[in-house]
């Protein structure tokens, strides 16, 4: 989360909310054009929801956070006013013209000026607007261009390439800023475009990255300074845990364990850096990242079905036909606390061998006495580019299934979602109760998320959309093969 | 800090936009036009954003009899305008001054 705000009802602070917005746009990499109709697409929202939402109340509030990715910026804006369906005030433009009528033109304007709009209603919890624009990456090819223009022709790897040279033989430091440049190089000579992370081939943005810390890597150079792999992890924002994310390791010096050295200094800076654990989503498509994970210890937790779509590998099959499952892997870096967990009865198997099988202590209590949140408290993150969508539960509430299915309809009437996937917090005792009344709601198993948010273990459920042929789905580990198996009798 | 410029003289209200054309201008502008205003000069030479609340504002205040004359409008207008699929029915009076 970059910002967030709590704006009163009061048409004085459109222009303040939208300068901040147009601004923060500009720092996250849109451009001008894109970011004045982003701004004006949240400008429409807010006076929306001053002129309508609230119309009995002059002291009312509504939220906005702000978050952006490398490619992405997302607006939330969440209001408890009255009921409400955007989809149901839609401009009609031959009204206008014969009666003046204006309904609904600020909606058309956010869906034209977004590039991902979703209501999502949340019941009594009141209303969620999403608003998400890509950030051009058109430029790609210019920049590099540019970059190449602006330096001395550089030696191909083939040219300089060492066949002699072994693992041992590299160096393997920290990545810093100044590595940036070197890391898009790499990228783009091992994938050229199909690398799924657009943002690696922005020198500027991996720099923005490492300068702020949320990025842990290591580079592999030869003796001559040459880069030939590139190990990163990224740390999540809610928990003190970091996703082995990105890896490349140039085609001529592969198949020498540059690979293995790399995670091996990676998890050793994690360590000393002091974070929790490390986990992977690594790809069913092939086994690869999988095994690369398994010799390392970590271990597989969850298998989410449906998570991505078909990317191609550079080196990889690419007919792969349907949306790729992932196996989460978790590697704990110290042994935790001791946690007390309230296990729904139906997973309480699966989920304390899991633990067994991670090394992290648990209590495993039943029937514990609860009281429930005045409110429910779920967040909500939406992934358009993977069509999938992730609601985590901090606060049960009275009113949590009538909450949790409204957020799931609204979602799945307006996109086109693969999978929606739903962690359940474990060390909350009312967990056990509460998901025995989801159990209609067509959730599915998906694992264990050790220490996934606020340093915490959440039991992590599926809904799919999409058909899949489970056959297709490759999972390395003895224990990844269980939890595929039972996942693979609850979804057929 | 002041939203908006106006001046009066005689049927004609000439208005400064200074930032964004919102519902907060329009409805500072509404508040300055008195009964013996026909004519409405709005300058947006200084403005970035604007939203539909101005769009519907300037759209009505042209269509009912009155006269609209806008300066330097920035591009965005004519794309709201488009999108909105107003350009086949309003005739918009725009001055540009900026070379």
Redesign the interface.
């Known amino acids: 989360m970059d910002a967030q705000f709590q704006i009163a009802i009061d048409?004085?602070f459109?222009?303040p909310i939208?300068?901040f917005t147009?601004n923060w746009c500009l720092n996250c990499g849109v451009d001008r054009d894109d970011a004045?109709?982003f701004?004006?697409a949240l400008?429409?929202l807010v006076?929306d929801i001053?002129?309508f939402a609230y119309p009995k109340e002059s002291n009312a509030h509504f939220d906005i956070s702000f978050r952006h990715t490398l490619s992405n910026v997302e607006i939330i804006v969440s209001e408890v006013g009255e009921p409400f369906d955007p989809d149901r005030h839609r401009?009609n433009?031959d009204k206008?013209?014969e009666e003046?009528d204006?309904e609904g033109?600020?909606f058309?304007?956010i869906r034209?000026f977004c590039d991902e709009f979703v209501f999502v209603n949340k019941g009594k919890e009141g209303k969620e607007f999403h608003l998400s624009k890509e950030i051009d990456v058109q430029s790609i090819d210019m920049m590099i261009e540019r970059s190449r223009a602006e330096k001395p022709e550089e030696p191909t790897a083939e040219e300089i390439e060492k066949p002699g040279l072994q693992a041992e033989n590299f160096n393997y430091p920290q990545v810093t800023p100044y590595d940036a440049e070197d890391i898009a190089k790499l990228i783009y000579r091992t994938y050229k475009y199909t690398y799924t992370k657009e943002e690696l081939y922005y020198p500027k943005k991996i720099e923005e990255t490492l300068l702020g810390k949320e990025k842990l890597g290591v580079i592999a150079r030869n003796d001559d300074g040459l880069a030939v792999g590139y190990f990163a992890v990224l740390k999540k924002t809610d928990s003190n845990i970091a996703e082995v994310g990105e890896a490349v390791v140039s085609p001529n010096y592969r198949k020498r364990g540059i690979m293995s050295k790399m995670m091996k200094r990676l998890i050793e800076l994690a360590r000393e850096q002091k974070l929790a654990g490390l986990y992977g989503k690594a790809v069913t498509n092939h086994p690869v990242s999988q095994k690369v994970n398994h010799k390392y210890d970590f271990i597989s937790t969850a298998l989410m079905l449906a998570d991505t779509r078909n990317v191609v590998f550079g080196g990889f099959d690419s007919d792969y036909p349907q949306s790729v499952s992932v196996v989460i892997d978790f590697l704990p870096l110290f042994t935790p606390n001791k946690a007390t967990v309230y296990l729904p009865a139906k997973y309480r198997d699966i989920l304390a061998e899991t633990f067994t099988e991670l090394d992290i202590p648990v209590e495993v209590k039943k029937g514990a006495k609860f009281k429930l949140a005045k409110k429910s408290d779920i967040d909500l993150s939406i992934n358009y580019s993977d069509s999938t969508s992730l609601l985590v539960v901090n606060k049960y509430g009275p009113d949590f299934v009538a909450v949790l299915s409204d957020m799931i309809t609204s979602l799945k009437e307006q996109e086109d979602l693969h999978a929606i996937f739903l962690d359940l917090p474990l060390q909350n005792a009312a967990t056990p109760q509460q998901f025995n009344k989801i159990k209609d709601l067509g959730f599915i198993y998906s694992g264990l998320t050790p220490l996934f948010h606020e340093q915490a273990h959440y039991l992590r459920l599926q809904k799919i959309y999409t058909e899949l042929d489970l056959d297709l789905i490759e999972v390395y580990s003895q224990f990844g093969k269980k939890i595929k198996k039972l996942i693979a009798d609850e979804y057929h | 800090m002041s939203?908006i410029e106006s001046r009066k003289s005689k049927d004609t209200l000439k208005v400064k936009v200074l930032?964004?054309f919102?519902?907060?201008t329009r409805?500072k502008i509404e508040s300055r036009l008195t009964r013996e205003i026909g004519k409405l000069e709005i300058d947006l030479s200084h403005c970035?954003?604007?939203?539909?609340?101005a769009?519907?504002f300037m759209y009505?205040w042209d269509?009912s009899g009155n006269k609209l004359n806008l300066i330097n409008p920035p591009e965005?207008l004519f794309e709201?305008i488009e999108?909105?699929?107003?350009r086949d029915?309003w005739q918009l009076n725009y001055t540009e001054t900026k070379s």
């Open positions: 048409e004085q459109i222009s939208c300068e147009y004045t109709k701004t004006i400008s429409e006076t001053i002129l401009y433009a206008m013209k003046g204006f033109a600020g058309r304007l034209r | 939203i930032n964004n919102n519902l907060l409805n970035k954003l604007l939203d539909s609340e769009i519907i009505q269509k965005i709201i999108i909105l699929e107003l029915i």
